[in-house]
């Protein structure tokens, strides 16, 4: 497929290391979709800690970054544009708002008169919005007004979350399409134990204290185990971690997780769990359906048709009722269990698959350029 063929794409984002975290895992996905459409395309991030040990991370993508002059939470890169100008894109595509690749974003527009597109990633959604209000407004005043009046066009994964864009930034045209997951097994490998797994950020909006209360409340099974993978900033791992010193043994925290590491937790697990108070569209219950993992999460998740298809049972951000989940969910018998795994594997091999959602993206690329 290459009705891309000779389009020039620069994705622009923070961070596109493990640090970017959710949004970093979609953008690989992504470059590497464009790729197979056809279309040259360049990754511009900022400069960090794990750029050149996660470089891998694009395959034959190239990455070109900007160093970080000041705090990191701004994100300010005097180079950034020069970067940016230099990858020679015919369209600019921003992942992540709020820090200061918005700005340069604008000032290429600007100065090249091209097609500029962002994607949020759930950031405009009103828990986080929420949080940081005195950044915010300034990044509002500062950078962030001036880049969405200046967008042809925001990217929403979800309708809740067009909802949210329009919001906050206006009535500018809006395209939904959802994240792409990684390619899906044929089959689940099975069969599991009464292991459950949360995996990606530690960050409060991922709500771990109410998931680790959860685990002391919900009626659990022989050898049942909840596995806590992933990272986030010192202090919300030094934080988790405290917490576990009085949690039951069978709760254990592993650190970060990527790769091969990664997809064995995901296929050893029975259930994975993302009891969030906020997400865009979150990649981890994308990469469990892939595994044929059934999921337990919260309707923050924005995946709807994860519950219709039988494939996710819900849960609210409460205690009581993240255990109730768990409860049903380490209890169920292995043929309902298989029943949800083949619907969870169904829709990574449907609506979520990177077949249907490039044709999405072609269109809209295309209609860009035009």
């Excluded at 576990?244 to 043994?249: G, I, S, V």
Aim: proline letters at 6%; aromatic letters at 6%; charged letters at 20%.
């Amino acid at each position: 497929m290459a009705d891309l063929a000779g389009t020039r794409i620069t994705l622009l984002t923070a961070s596109a290391s493990r640090l970017g975290g959710g949004v970093a895992s979609a953008l690989y996905g992504h470059a590497a979709m464009l790729l197979e459409a056809g279309a040259e395309v360049t990754v511009v991030a900022l400069a960090d800690t794990h750029s050149e040990e996660d470089r891998h991370l694009l395959g034959p993508v190239p990455l070109r970054t900007a160093p970080v002059a000041g705090p990191r939470i701004y994100g300010y890169a005097p180079s950034l544009v020069d970067e940016l100008l230099a990858s020679e894109a015919d369209i600019l595509h921003l992942h992540g708002i709020w820090m200061y690749p918005s700005r340069a974003a604008t000032q290429w527009a600007r100065r090249t008169g091209r097609p500029y597109l962002i994607s949020p990633h759930g950031m405009l959604d009103p828990w986080i919005t929420g949080r940081g209000r005195g950044k915010k407004a300034l990044a509002r005043i500062g950078y962030e007004w001036a880049s969405w009046h200046r967008t042809d066009a925001f990217h929403a994964l979800t309708d809740d979350e067009a909802a949210d864009i329009r919001r906050e930034a206006g009535d500018g045209r809006v395209i939904v399409i959802p994240n792409a997951g990684p390619p899906a097994l044929a089959a689940a490998p099975g069969p599991r134990g009464p292991h459950v797994l949360y995996i990606g950020r530690i960050h409060p909006k991922k709500n771990l204290d109410a998931l680790v209360d959860a685990w002391t409340m919900a009626a659990l099974p022989v050898g049942a185990e909840l596995t806590i993978a992933g990272w986030g900033s010192s202090g919300d791992v030094a934080a988790l971690e405290a917490r576990l010193k009085n949690a039951p043994a069978s709760v254990r925290f592993v650190g970060s997780v990527h790769g091969e590491a990664k997809q064995v937790l995901l296929e050893q697990a029975r259930f994975v769990v993302l009891p969030s108070h906020s997400e865009g569209l979150p990649m981890t219950i994308l990469e469990a359906w892939a595994a044929g993992t059934p999921t337990i999460m919260t309707a923050a998740c924005h995946l709807p048709e994860g519950f219709a298809a039988g494939a996710a049972l819900e849960c609210e951000t409460v205690p009581a009722s993240i255990a109730n989940a768990i409860g049903r969910a380490v209890a169920l018998d292995e043929p309902s269990w298989r029943a949800m795994s083949d619907a969870a594997l169904g829709l990574a091999h449907g609506a979520f698959s990177a077949e249907q959602v490039m044709r999405q993206w072609v269109g809209a690329y295309r209609e860009l350029a035009a």
